[in-house]
């Protein structure tokens, strides 16, 4: 499921699919943030503010996948590791809609 996490991830980066917030505003302060992504739910974890990892992925069908604190394995660092310019674009796209819902 991984995969498909980091092929979503992918789709945000080039500007296939948008994340919307989900979580009230407030959320953000806490850390802890929730988007939805197509047909996806997103957990992101922010840092004073700025996007830092992808903390849990939810399908469409209910399976959820935790990354945790940016293992190897987590699908943005992967991301980042295969395209800098389209991680970059990932990111700026969650932290966008950040600001959108505020």
């Not at 997103?42 to 945790?68: K, L």
Request: hydrophobic fraction near 45%; charged fraction near 20%; include cysteine.
């Amino acid at each position: 499921m991984g995969d498909e996490v980091l092929h979503l991830l992918r789709c945000v980066g080039k500007g296939d699919v948008f994340p919307v917030l989900i979580d009230l505003p407030s959320a953000i302060e806490i850390g802890l943030v929730s988007f939805g992504v197509a047909d996806w739910t997103v957990r992101i974890f922010f840092d004073v503010g700025a996007f830092d990892y992808v903390d849990r992925a939810i399908s469409p069908n209910g399976q959820a996948i935790e990354f945790g604190e940016r293992p190897e394995n987590s699908p943005d660092n992967a991301l980042q590791l295969e395209s800098s310019s389209l991680y970059a674009a990932m990111v700026n796209a969650f932290e966008s809609a950040t600001q959108q819902q505020l």
